[in-house]
T-cell receptor
């Protein structure tokens, strides 16, 4: 009954360091997403994967890369972290590509870049 | 493209009072609308969704929302607030042109006073 699992839950990086945020879902969902949440700005889409083997840019993709490793896993990589990437990152999944499904969210990763 | 505007970044009510959280949408295609709730240090949880089947939608924890096309609104209500309703609430929209991607509003922080 895990749903969407994100690791790590917390991370502090120095400017210029790299890291990968991991996300896995066990609901056999087709579509997966990465959002960032910043105060007063709601959630903004970074990248998404409509189905296994495909990825597309969202609203704020600069500075990030993604990999849809298989149907279950969708990772987000910061190649050279910047203070502007300090945020809470959420992974989500949905059953299909239609507009009516809605998402299941992970519990988030709090990232601080110093 | 779709967007949502949540009126009021902070709403404060007394326990037992009516909760009204406002959301207006903009969409060039028939919208699908969602309300999510986020408790402190957690991910987002689906409260309810409108997918054109019925204009009055009932969700979890006693919340409901009414789709009003003439007003382009999808306001969230609950007749009697509980202390446990204190959280941040997000309205989101998708449409046939966006597939399963959701666009979120900026969020409304609900405070419930004893």
């Amino acid at each position: 009954n895990a749903g969407v699992t994100q690791t790590p839950k917390f991370q502090v990086l120095k400017t210029g360091q790299s890291m990968t945020l991991q996300c896995a879902q066990d609901m056999n969902h087709n579509s997966m997403y990465w959002y960032r949440q910043d105060p007063g700005m709601g959630l903004r889409l970074i990248y998404y994967s409509a189905s296994e083997g495909t990825t597309d840019k969202g609203e704020v993709p600069n500075g990030y890369n993604v990999s849809r490793l298989n149907k279950r896993e969708f990772s987000l990589r910061l190649e050279s972290a910047a203070p502007s990437q300090t945020s809470v990152y959420f992974c989500a999944s949905s059953e299909g590509q239609g507009p009516y499904y809605g998402y299941t969210f992970g519990s988030g990763t709090r990232l601080t870049v110093v | 493209a779709q967007s949502v505007t949540q009126l009021g970044s902070h709403v404060s009510v007394s326990e037992g009072a009516l909760v009204l959280l406002r959301c207006n949408y903009s969409s060039s295609v028939p919208p699908y609308l969602f309300w999510y709730v986020q408790y402190p240090n957690q991910g987002l949880q689906l409260l309810l969704k409108y997918t054109s089947a019925a204009t009055l939608v009932k969700g979890i924890n006693g919340f409901e929302a009414e789709f009003k096309k003439s007003e382009t609104s999808f306001h969230l209500t609950k007749p009697s607030a509980h202390m446990s309703d204190a959280a941040e609430y997000f309205c989101a929209v998708s449409g046939e042109t966006s597939g399963s991607r959701l666009t979120f509003g900026e969020g409304t922080q609900l405070t419930v006073n004893p």
